[in-house]
């Protein structure tokens, strides 16, 4: 059983700074990608950033810039530096991985519990 467990989130006032964690637990053979999600109130959750294995990024035009995503394979965990936080950066962020459990498995996207991120003054 695959289980992801996120950290870091917080209140922060608008230009403020956060990370978050998401550690992966389990049998796990391979992970790729490992992204970032957030759900505001009333909105549809959104991808926010991605990075695969060989670590090319994507990320949202709203975060380009102010976010950074990075991974560390030895640790199965992934990271979301976030800079310049603004008030519509307010959500749940969840943090999402693909992976399998054996060399030939299928793989399985798994998601993290969600950690609320405020910005407010």
């Known amino acids: 059983q695959v289980q992801l467990v996120e950290s870091g989130g917080g209140l922060v006032q608008p230009g403020g700074s956060l990370r978050l964690s998401c550690a992966a637990s389990?049998?796990?053979?391979?992970?790729?990608?490992m992204a970032w999600y957030r759900q505001a109130p009333g909105k549809q959750r959104e991808l926010v950033a991605a990075?695969?294995?060989?670590?090319?990024?994507n990320y949202a035009d709203s975060v380009q810039g102010r976010f950074t995503i990075s991974r560390d394979n030895g640790k199965k965990t992934v990271y979301l530096q976030m800079n310049s936080l603004k008030p519509e950066d307010t959500a749940v962020y969840y943090c999402?991985?693909?992976?399998?459990?054996?060399?030939?498995?299928?793989?399985?996207?798994?998601w993290g519990q969600g950690t609320q991120v405020t910005v407010s003054s």
């Open positions: 990075i695969t294995s060989l670590g090319s990024t």
């Open positions: 999402q991985m693909f992976a399998s459990t054996s060399r030939f498995g299928r793989k399985y996207d798994y």
């Open positions: 389990g049998s796990i053979f391979s992970i790729d990608p």
